[in-house]
């Protein structure tokens, strides 16, 4: 069965940066667009970047442009996020989950990461 | 951007009870929404694509309706499995959006 099983969230000082992986199985990686989605605490749930199977296409969220880069290795199936100059409005659970092969909508989504931006 | 606005926002209900959620995009997305479950403590689960696809797995009790720019979820005959956060999506364009959610509670 398809399992995302995302890592690297802890607790970092506004300015930091952090390094989220995604390990993706029981699907083939290379297939699959890909893509980040966030949770501030007790909120709503807020796309954050997306990738495409070869890496060729990517999109971020305004709120994170410039400062997250997403990236992917198709031979590890997995996912990256790169955070850098981090802020605490970056405090969220993130997710990694897969897009559909059809359309941009999310069928498997893994357990989230924490990631915590206070001084 | 696309904004998705939902509502309402909290819903009270008994088992058994049918609800609707609605959806509502601010600007035209023909039928590119999609409809997910959150527990407490849980990621999202996929219940609805296209604005009315059954997901694989997911009870008939759910259903999904509308286009353009007005969307709805229902749930028929409420079971306790179901009380959690519903959310929306719009597939449409990039940025990709939520609405802001549905917390559906026991009455």
């Known amino acids: 069965q398809v399992q995302l099983v995302e890592s690297g969230g802890g607790l970092v000082k506004p300015g930091g940066s952090l390094r989220l992986s995604c390990a993706a199985s029981g699907f083939t990686f290379s297939d699959y667009y890909m893509t980040w989605i966030r949770q501030a605490p007790g909120k709503g749930l807020e796309w954050v970047s997306y990738i495409s199977r070869s890496a060729d296409t990517i999109y971020y969220a305004d709120s994170v442009k410039g400062r997250f880069t997403i990236s992917r290795d198709n031979v590890f199936s997995s996912l990256y996020l790169e955070m850098n100059s981090l802020r605490a409005e970056d405090t969220a659970v993130y997710y990694c989950a897969r897009i559909d092969e059809m359309a941009d909508y999310f069928d498997n989504w893994g357990q989230g990461t924490l990631v915590t931006v206070s001084s | 951007d696309i904004q998705m606005t939902q509502s309402p926002s909290t819903l009270s209900a008994y088992v058994g009870d049918r609800v609707t959620i609605t959806c509502r995009a601010s600007q035209y997305i023909s039928t590119w929404v999609a409809w997910y479950q959150q527990k407490t403590g849980k990621a999202p689960k996929l219940l609805i694509y296209k604005a009315s696809s059954l997901e694989s797995g997911v009870p008939s009790r759910f259903s999904g309706s509308g286009s353009g720019t007005e969307f709805t979820l229902t749930i028929s005959n409420l079971q306790p499995d179901d009380f959690a956060t519903y959310y929306c999506?719009?597939?449409?364009?990039?940025?990709?959006?939520f609405g802001g959610g549905t917390k559906v509670e026991i009455k």
């Open positions: 999506q719009q597939y449409n364009f990039y940025p990709l959006t």
